[in-house]
């Protein structure tokens, strides 16, 4: 084959004619069609290294009817938790030669749904973290969503596969832990009423306190955010409460904060708990015992059900991981009440 000058935006016709073949034939053997003889195949790719030639990506998602990217929507792309999780999703899925699509709908439940249909077109199959959105909502957005992955939801109609944490399960270790050291009277700082994990850590810690009759645990209203454990850090500090459970690393951080500047000490006034082993979890003062929930594995489960799903084949059962406890230095037994021992 004669030597042809190297060009780095070398056209198909280029290609075409360096090999002798037409230019419908190099777009078969790039796109990877069988129909072409393995022989003419072979001097086709040769052609195109030497010419340094590339297919064009919408060309080649024109001609096999895919993008290959997929979409990920998350409610807050500043939660550690979220970001862990679409770490898992891209890594895998760059593994197969896909590129992840993000986008975050910041809380707002009626911007998920036209956010999951314009991502949607935009790609050959979308992970939706919504857990926020209204159960009849989801049941009606789902079909337009096929394939769709589930993150921390479970489709009531058994279409979309589901991964997810078991909140309801991986609450009652650190009750359990606080109950072990001594706490009678809790608190648990909710996150958003609306939220289906937080409806589920709520039914754990129900169970739970319907199980152990001496041990109080009242639910306050509070949020996801840092700030919003910041701005509960005086109701905790002017409560008789000897423990604090909260919705999630995040606001257990913002409490750490606000009891701090307010002179609260943890865990000798107060022990402090929270939910996901985010990576700072470990190095706040003092370190923070929680739940750890594997949301990367999460990311790379999903992942896996979607990929079986553009290929045409079943995906796997649907996964929950059960959280594990992590006990650092944020709990300890409880301080003791004024005029006891």
């Not at 939706?128 to 394939?147: H, K, T």
């Amino acid at each position: 084959m004669a030597q042809a000058p190297r060009s780095r935006t070398a056209p198909i016709r280029a290609v075409a004619e360096l090999a002798g073949v037409s230019v419908s034939t190099v777009s078969r053997v790039m796109n990877g069609k069988a129909s072409v003889d393995p022989a003419i195949a072979v001097r086709v790719r040769a052609a195109a290294q030497e010419l340094g030639y590339t297919p064009n990506p919408l060309a080649r998602s024109l001609v096999l009817g895919r993008t290959t990217t997929v979409a990920i929507l998350v409610p807050d792309l500043g939660n550690p938790t979220f970001q862990s999780m679409m770490r898992g999703v891209s890594r895998a899925a760059a593994r197969d030669g896909f590129r992840v699509l993000v986008a975050d709908s910041a809380e707002d439940v009626r911007e998920e749904g036209v956010l999951a249909v314009e991502m949607r077109r935009r790609s050959d199959a979308i992970v939706l973290c919504a857990p926020r959105m209204p159960d009849d909502l989801l049941q009606e957005l789902l079909p337009q969503l096929e394939p769709a992955v589930l993150v921390n939801r479970l489709d009531a109609s058994g279409g979309a596969p589901s991964v997810s944490a078991d909140y309801e399960a991986g609450i009652r270790p650190l009750l359990e832990h606080l109950a072990g050291l001594g706490h009678r009277r809790l608190a648990f700082l909710q996150g958003a009423h609306e939220s289906a994990s937080n409806a589920a850590r709520l039914r754990g810690i129900r169970a739970f306190a319907d199980a152990h009759p001496g041990l109080r645990i009242d639910v306050l209203d509070c949020g996801t955010a840092f700030a919003d454990g910041h701005a509960a850090a005086p109701e905790i500090a002017g409560s008789r409460h000897t423990a604090a459970v909260c919705f999630n690393d995040l606001v257990a951080l913002g409490l750490l904060s606000g009891l701090a500047e307010l002179g609260v000490r943890v865990p000798d006034d107060v022990s402090v708990t929270g939910f996901d082993d985010i990576p700072f979890a470990r190095y706040t003062t003092p370190p923070l015992t929680t739940a750890s929930v594997p949301v990367e594995e999460l990311g790379e489960e999903a992942w896996r059900r979607l990929r079986a799903m553009i290929a045409g084949d079943a995906p796997a059962p649907d996964a929950r991981f059960r959280p594990s406890l992590e006990v650092r230095r944020s709990t300890a037994g409880p301080r003791a009440e004024a005029g006891t021992t």
